[in-house]
């Protein structure tokens, strides 16, 4: 009987490998069921016998008090984050830097629950969650449930590995017609249901909700042996774990960028859901190399999938003020995560987005955000109105001083015209700090308006003047002899920015920081700027009618000179210290492209000198686009470019046209 029972064991174990892992059975689902039941009974005859690699512990019934806190000997660091080509580009040049030529392991990112599994002579023996990377929680009575993961491996290793638990889609459409039939809540998405079972004390629940699992990590490679990622899931792979068949090891950044774009394609057909690509360097020396942040390894990141939208309600519409006086209607919503952070405010722009979008207040909108941009708004459910939502009204006073607004003909915006506006002075002087701006380490939002209300900076001169109260600054909460150092070293720093950082910095309307450039390179000095006239500036390309009054109508003004002149006096730089844009008819006024690994040049070096030559460059492919630049490898902007009959140059002839100039 005892040798039936291991046969048993044997056989079963076999066909859920086949069927779970390797996704091909060799038995019918009646005969799995008939040697089942069978185990089932010799084990309820014979409670001694049961071994804990027994198929039958997959099927739960072990209820615990609460959750173990456990630690992980080995770290388990979460990944950074990047959203666009650009981005993985600035990854890939960050590791050349260093000396390598990386070959990378590309998977899917899988939208569920990060787990660790731990085995001792290849018998499962703990499952933990990520927890907060070095703590985190004993989930083995749940882990066990799951009929992807091993209970004993086909070696008896000891070892840790790390993957990925998840709820497949299917599964999930099932749940919720069960529960729906019992008039039970609906689960929301996979990843929430995943989560939510895994950290149920009945392990009988998380059974019912047949879970999944996918290994991606084995934390001490060189510990069996190896010497790259790819042979370590491999390794694990033959060991019995289930790895995900869609990973693939790619030569350079350009494959990387072409497995993300056929997998976007391919995400909706997926059984699972995916957020994003995980790229890896995959030999293990270069890891290593490379090593961590306190937060990241530096030989991996996270590519998020752009453009996510979710269904929230809008609770109320609000007014701010901005540093220019702007008057911005902001959607306060219900909080809801969208692409990974939780959103509870989104801006509506002006009156008449809110009009043409028809939005009330009550109404059940969609929101997106695409990386890191900031969420937006797309459209209401209409037919999710009930009747009792409230029309928009614009304001017709400022919010916060009460000064009646003002629009100017042409416009769609509203400002308040008070230049003492409080809102409209703090904006301001968060504005000039910021790191685009004047980029000063140590005095953010939060920090800035606490130093407005002790009275510390109620200007921008004084945040040059900030070391008189230096003996105040440690005497406030959260500041010590270290932060108040070097929060006023970052101060002093700023004094020796370029022209163009002060130029933005100052606030002047419509002039954002390319235009500032633009206006810091050609004048070249703040006493030039200052004394341009209409028809000068308007003769630049870029700048327009519009800026050019703005910038005109700033420097007429006698308290902005004043405040110039402050500066100069703490001894600012005001020149500009970049190449200078000389005009030139193959790049001025054009809009480039950069794609594939250039040689030659970095991406950085390559646009500031299509800069100097009053050329733009952008991130993406369209009509508008003048030049494509391609390097080696191009991928599908090259192919965007030539079906749009855009204008195409190798590395070399850019490199030839920048040599004869």
């Known amino acids: 009987m005892k040798e039936r029972m291991n046969e048993l064991i044997d056989i079963i174990n076999q066909a859920d490998y086949e069927y779970h892992t390797l996704d091909n059975p060799s038995i019918t689902d009646q005969e799995y069921d008939k040697y089942l039941r069978e185990l089932f009974e010799i084990e309820e005859a014979h409670p001694d016998w049961v071994r804990e690699d027994s198929p039958t512990q997959h099927a739960g019934g072990k209820i615990i008090d609460s959750f173990v806190k456990v630690s992980h000997k080995i770290p388990m660091m979460s990944l950074s984050d990047v959203f666009s080509e650009s981005e993985l580009i600035a990854f890939d040049e960050r590791i050349k830097k260093e000396g390598i030529t990386p070959e990378y392991m590309c998977e899917l990112k899988i939208d569920g629950l990060s787990v660790s599994l731990l085995y001792e002579k290849g018998n ?34 000891d070892i840790e590995v790390r993957g990925e638990i998840f709820m497949n889609k299917k599964t999930l459409e099932e749940l919720n017609e069960k529960r729906k039939e019992k008039g039970e809540p609906l689960l929301q998405n996979c990843r929430n249901a995943a989560a939510g079972s895994i950290r149920q004390l009945d392990s009988k629940v998380a059974a019912s909700r047949k879970l999944d699992n996918f290994i991606y990590h084995l934390p001490d490679p060189e510990d069996y042996g190896l010497t790259t990622h790819a042979e ?71 590519y998020k999938f752009p453009a996510e939208e979710v269904l929230t309600k809008l609770k109320d519409i609000i007014f701010t003020v901005g540093r220019t006086g702007q008057i911005t209607p902001n959607a306060v919503l219900e909080p809801v995560i969208v692409a990974g952070s939780t959103i509870s405010r989104a801006t509506l722009h002006n009156e008449d987005y809110v009009k ?61 015209p008070n230049d003492k506006c409080p809102a409209r002075h703090v904006e301001s002087l968060i504005h000039f700090a910021s790191r685009d701006a004047m980029n000063i380490d140590g005095l953010g939002e939060n920090i800035m308006e606490d130093f407005y209300n002790f009275k510390f900076i109620t200007s921008i001169p004084d945040i040059y003047n900030l070391n008189k109260h230096s003996q105040d600054l ?66 630049i390309p870029d700048v327009g009618k519009i800026i050019a009054e703005s910038v005109v109508n700033y420097f007429n003004n006698t308290e902005n000179r004043q405040v110039i002149e402050k500066l100069k006096e703490f001894n600012l730089n005001m020149n500009y210290l970049g190449q200078k844009v000389v005009e030139d008819e193959s790049f001025t006024g054009k809009t480039f492209v950069l794609t594939g690994s250039l040689e030659i040049f970095t991406r950085d070096e390559a646009k500031e000198k299509i800069e100097s030559l009053g050329g733009k460059t952008v991130d993406s492919v369209s009509k508008k686009t003048s030049v494509v630049i391609v390097g080696a490898n191009p991928g599908s902007k090259y192919t965007k470019a030539r079906d749009l009959g855009i204008e195409i140059w190798t590395e070399e002839e850019f490199k030839d046209k920048l040599e004869s100039k």
């Not at 060991?239 to 072409?258: A, C, D, M, S, Y």
Request: charged fraction near 35%; glycine fraction near 6%; proline fraction near 3%.
């Open 124 to 157: 499962l023996v703990r499952g933990a969650t990520r927890g907060d990377g070095t703590t985190g929680e004993d989930i083995t009575h749940n882990v066990k449930t799951i009929k992807a993961i091993p209970l004993k491996l086909k070696e008896p290793v």
């Open 232 to 302: 370590a899931i491999e390794y694990m792979r033959k060991l019995g774990f289930k790895i995900n068949p869609n990973n693939r090891l790619v030569k350079n950044i350009n494959e990387v960028l072409e497995f993300i774009e056929e997998k976007g394609r391919l995400r909706k057909d997926l059984a699972y859901d995916i957020d994003g690509v995980v790229i890896k360097v995959n030999s293990i020396s270069d890891q290593k190399k490379l090593g961590y942040t306190a937060k990241y390894p530096k030989w991996a990141t996270a």
């Open 356 to 416: 043409e979008k028809d939005l009330k207040i009550g109404d059940i909108v969609s929101i997106r955000k695409a990386g890191d941009v900031i969420p937006e708004v797309v459209e209401r459910k209409i037919e999710r109105r009930k009747g009792t939502e409230k029309d928009f009204v614009m304001i017709t006073e400022c919010p916060m001083c009460r000064t009646k607004l003002v629009k100017k003909e042409g416009q769609v915006d509203y400002f308040c």
């Open 474 to 539: 440690k005497r406030l909460e959260g500041y010590g002899e270290k932060s108040v150092s070097n929060l006023l070293e970052a101060i002093e720093k700023s004094k020796e920015n370029s022209l163009e950082k002060l130029v933005f910095a100052l606030g002047i309307p419509h002039v954002g920081a390319k235009t500032a450039k633009i206006l810091a390179s050609k004048f070249e000095t703040m006493e030039n700027l200052e004394n341009s006239t209409l028809e000068e500036l308007v003769n």
